[in-house]
């Protein structure tokens, strides 16, 4: 179109409600330049063999899923030290599940990209960091000496759907929903003096090069929001919906309270009961919340899945 000059209007950039999109290979640019200053090697960063240090948790008692609960309240004071590294080990192997889907999803998103964009180059560094992740996660685990809890069966099948059909939207809004919300916990704890030295070398890894991939995620989900067809974009919002209940749920696995001596069933629902579990889910996710209602993501049946969910007020 020209304008009464004779000079071409120039065109008009992608927007959504947050403003224009950026230009997919400037983020993924920028990304790989922080990937180059601030990437982690956990195996030599991080003192292994040194031994747990006596009083110290092995995650904040105030985001355990029982503080506050009638049932906190009853265990002694090591019985609460005991589920602090049971939950730790529990969300350890929730996040070495959830990030063997991402690292698929990955796979998938950049399977027909152009081989030598940044955008791809930086997924396949993204992908490379989950690894390191997933193992570091994995010898965080056995150094705390709580067993493994891989997620329940159902849970692993549902994974196994989900990263087979998810849209392209759908698979940074589940990456988005996997990171975020573990995110929010592991900024309270890095800092965390009452906390054992090497959970909080982990979680501060994991923070910092996690940012990146919030980054990528959002502004790869803000463009395919706008982008991809509207039959995508309905399924995204309902699909991220019901990946909210599963995660949420997914988040206890109620096999810690039977290996520290309670009764489970009493503890789930407590669990369930509590204001301070429901506010401390629900302040994990505002970030990512209001991220997604802002993109139309937070719609219709959608929505009312995340609500169904608890993650959302």
Request: hydrophobic share 40%.
């Amino acid at each position: 179109m020209t304008t009464a000059t004779g000079r071409s209007r120039p065109a008009r950039l992608p927007h959504d409600a947050l403003g224009p999109l950026r230009d997919r290979e400037r983020v993924a640019e920028r990304l790989l330049e922080s990937s180059a200053r601030h990437s982690f090697d956990p195996d030599a960063e991080l003192d292994w063999d040194a031994p747990p240090e006596d009083g110290k948790w092995y995650w904040p008692p105030e985001l355990l899923s029982l503080y506050g609960t009638p049932l906190w309240r009853r265990m002694p004071e090591e019985q609460r030290r005991d589920l602090a590294r049971h939950e730790a080990a529990a969300l350890a192997s929730l996040g070495i599940w959830f990030e063997i889907i991402l690292i698929q999803l990955l796979a998938r998103h950049i399977y027909d990209k152009p081989l030598t964009s940044a955008h791809v180059r930086y997924a396949l560094t993204e992908i490379a960091d989950e690894c390191r992740h997933s193992k570091m996660f994995a010898r965080m685990i056995e150094k705390g000496g709580a067993p493994a809890y891989p997620v329940s069966g159902l849970h692993h099948a549902l994974g196994r759907v989900a990263k087979t059909i998810a849209t392209t939207p759908g698979i940074f809004a589940m990456t988005l929903l996997g990171e975020e919300i573990l995110d929010y916990m592991q900024r309270l704890t890095f800092p965390d003096e009452r906390v054992q030295t090497l959970v909080r070398g982990v979680t501060r890894i994991h923070v910092i090069e996690e940012a990146r991939h919030v980054r990528y995620a959002r502004e790869e989900l803000r463009r395919q929001m706008v982008t991809a067809p509207r039959w995508e974009t309905a399924l995204t919002r309902v699909s991220s919906g019901e990946a909210a209940r599963v995660f949420a749920f997914a988040f206890v696995n109620p096999a810690v309270y039977t290996n520290v001596g309670l009764d489970r069933r009493e503890a789930v629902a407590q669990v369930r009961a509590s204001g301070h579990r429901r506010e401390v889910m629900q302040a994990g996710a505002k970030r990512l919340t209001d991220f997604l209602d802002e993109i139309g993501v937070l719609r219709g049946t959608g929505r009312r899945l995340w609500r169904s969910s608890g993650l959302l007020a």
